[in-house]
């Protein structure tokens, strides 16, 4: 699983989702943006991280997120999760170069 550089910033987080309340994107393959590292924090049960070398690959990487633990998506990755129970909820943190514009305009926006 990725890392995120000591550089990167937290500029965005989603709200809690579970079942119920998940964008339906999440559960579709999707990316996260150029520079843009996604970080998945499971705070009830368990969800499975799939990855994909690219957008029509295989699997690459498979990884089953516990409470307490975190996933990291880097750069314009392709992946997708899967509840593995149904009181699963986890939320998004998204990171970013401290110096990027993505940071400067989410700063912006909330001043």
Request: glycine letters at 6%; proline letters at 4%.
């Amino acid at each position: 699983m990725a890392a995120i550089p000591v550089d990167y910033v937290n500029y965005k987080s989603t709200a809690v989702f579970e079942k119920a309340t998940v964008p339906k994107m999440f559960l579709h393959l999707h990316n996260t943006k150029a520079g843009v590292y996604g970080q998945i924090h499971v705070l009830n049960g368990e969800l499975k991280f799939y990855g994909f070398a690219d957008r029509r690959g295989e699997i690459e990487q498979e990884l089953v997120i516990k409470v307490g633990d975190v996933g990291v998506s880097p750069p314009q990755y392709w992946h997708k999760v899967e509840f593995l129970t149904d009181d699963t909820c986890f939320r998004v943190d998204f990171w970013a170069h401290k110096d990027s514009d993505i940071v400067a305009e989410s700063q912006s926006e909330r001043d």
